[in-house]
């Protein structure tokens, strides 16, 4: 206690060193804690400690002052005598303590050194635990005394739970080679898909030379979340080279739509990510007719448990359900395939609604109705007629028949993806209306799954048709929450997207507000 008294400064910076890093190994390094918790107990950790120090100190003092009072003056001799001998004990342990307590810290420094690790300042009598307080700074400064040891990025989540601190979110662009902007606004979107890029920094290696695609990206992704980056843009021109020689579609410099590149990459990195070395049969297709539609969905689980286990199948691999039912013997066939996006034509959006009286097709002011991202659900699973030509060829009747199809979300996946087709080279126009919060548990079968989503990005297209123009990217950021325009090599804050888009939104990025399986 006395030495505590007098060597406060210097015993607290020492404790508070050795508690940063000893917390930081044994509840870090290695592992994946929730950060806010990690942000408490540390705080509650040096608060306690803070307290329990105080009030040692306090009653120390009283115990002291009222003993001092009450002893004579012979008392107070051999007290002091005893204080004496007793303060050169403690100088000598002291000293012996002080060398292995440096000891002690400098392996465990050692330790941590051969890790990356995310860095918290704790609350102190100076910034009080303001976020405001310029911690950026201090640690610059703790780390050049301890060292020079600089930190590394490991995963997005050391990269949130660092700067969520320094409130400073990494904003990098993407530069423009020659008519790219349609595969910048992607790799945006992409990128702000959070826990895909968790697993590119954290878990993917590249130590496969075949995983072309999933090489490359995953270099954009570095360069993207990189926090000791200082540049504000990246040339993601060797993905460009690698993606034109593995898809044609995309080489030269014509444009493109983003449509076709999410498609191409999502499929391209689940072959690259799948675990499963066996090739389906049917991969994303039908796997047979049944009129039994339990035994047909067990089947298709089976068959999808079987073949697809990868980053890609897991966040955004949803099911649908197809009902097709003879008019001749009512008999109910049941189908189940794998979606990774949903398509919904604007145009024909309205019309369905035409034709059942609730809009007009075209306005007072010349311009085509409004269409209500709901109204797209409702469509997706209206009952069509397979008549004439579309006739479907009934087993148990044995010749083809007139018939009713259905499709219905069976499932959905954690990230939804959603295309607004504005028609044959996107040239129609009209205003969507789309929620932050979207709730399709009435459109959903599976009621128990993901059924309530968040918008995280939106990919709008500006121009005549989706094979030229422009296209841009609103992502809301993981780090701060806060909505920014990605124009290529150009970031900036913007506030919701619904006043950015013109009413163009092209493509939706919906993320379940509460994860499922």
Not at 67 to 72: G, I, L, R, V, Y
Not at 112 to 121: A, V, W
Not at 402 to 422: D, H, K, Q
Request: proline residues 3%; glycine residues 4%; hydrophobic residues 30%.
């Amino acid at each position: 206690i006395n030495n505590n008294i007098n060597n406060e400064n210097n015993i607290n910076n020492q404790i508070e060193r050795y508690n940063i890093f000893n917390y930081l190994r044994e509840n870090s390094i290695g592992k994946k804690n929730d950060k806010n918790k990690f942000n408490n107990n540390y705080n509650i950790n040096i608060n306690n400690f803070n307290s329990y120090n105080e009030n040692i100190n306090n009653q120390y003092n009283n115990i002291n002052n009222k003993k001092e009072k009450n002893k004579s003056p012979k008392e107070l001799k051999v007290s002091d005598e005893k204080y004496i001998n007793s303060k050169k004990q403690n100088n000598k342990d002291n000293k012996d303590s002080n060398i292995k307590e440096k000891n002690t810290f400098t392996k465990d420094l050692e330790v941590i050194k051969e890790k990356p690790i995310s860095f918290i300042r704790p609350k102190n009598k100076d910034n009080n635990g303001d976020d405001n307080y310029n911690n950026k700074k201090l640690i610059e400064e703790f780390l050049k005394k301890e060292n020079d040891y600089k930190l590394k990025i490991k995963s997005l989540e050391d990269t949130i739970v660092i700067l969520k601190r320094f409130k400073e979110p990494i904003l990098v662009g993407l530069n423009n080679i020659g008519a790219t902007c349609y595969m910048n606004a992607t790799l945006q979107c992409l990128s702000n898909t959070k826990k895909l890029t968790e697993y590119f920094l954290n878990n993917f290696k590249m130590n496969d030379s075949s995983k072309k695609m999933t090489n490359e990206y995953y270099k954009v992704v570095f360069n993207l979340w990189n926090r000791e980056n200082n540049n504000k843009s990246y040339s993601p021109t060797s993905f460009k080279e690698v993606l034109s020689q593995e898809n044609p579609l995309f080489a030269g410099i014509a444009a493109n739509d983003s449509k076709d590149l999410i498609n191409f990459l999502l499929e391209r990195f689940h072959q690259e990510l799948n675990i499963i070395n066996k090739n389906p049969n049917n991969n994303n297709q039908i796997i047979q007719d049944q009129t039994n539609e339990n035994m047909m969905l067990k089947t298709f689980i089976q068959e999808f448990s079987q073949n697809f286990n990868s980053p890609i199948s897991n966040l955004f691999y949803g099911i649908l359900e197809t009902k097709s039912q003879c008019s001749g013997c009512n008999i109910i066939k049941f189908n189940f395939q794998l979606f990774s996006f949903l398509e919904f034509p604007l145009e024909q959006v309205n019309q369905y609604y035409y034709n059942n009286g609730k809009k007009v097709l075209i306005l007072q002011n010349g311009k085509n109705p409004d269409v209500d991202l709901y109204e797209c659900f409702e469509y997706y699973r209206k009952v069509d007629l397979m008549t004439g030509d579309n006739q479907m060829h009934c087993n148990n009747c044995n010749k083809l028949c007139n018939a009713t199809y259905t499709t219905i979300i069976y499932s959905c996946p954690n990230y939804l993806i959603i295309n607004l087709n504005r028609g044959k080279g996107a040239t129609y126009e009209c205003n969507v209306i789309f929620p932050e919060q979207l709730n399709i548990i009435n459109f959903v079968s599976f009621q128990q799954g993901v059924t309530v989503f968040e918008l995280y990005a939106v990919i709008c297209h500006l121009g005549p048709s989706s094979m030229s123009g422009h296209f841009v990217a609103y992502c809301k950021n993981s780090i701060d929450h806060k909505w920014y325009l990605y124009n290529d090599a150009l970031v900036s804050l913007c506030t919701k997207p619904q006043q950015y888009t013109d009413g163009m939104p092209y493509i939706l990025f919906y993320k379940a507000a509460i994860d499922g399986t």
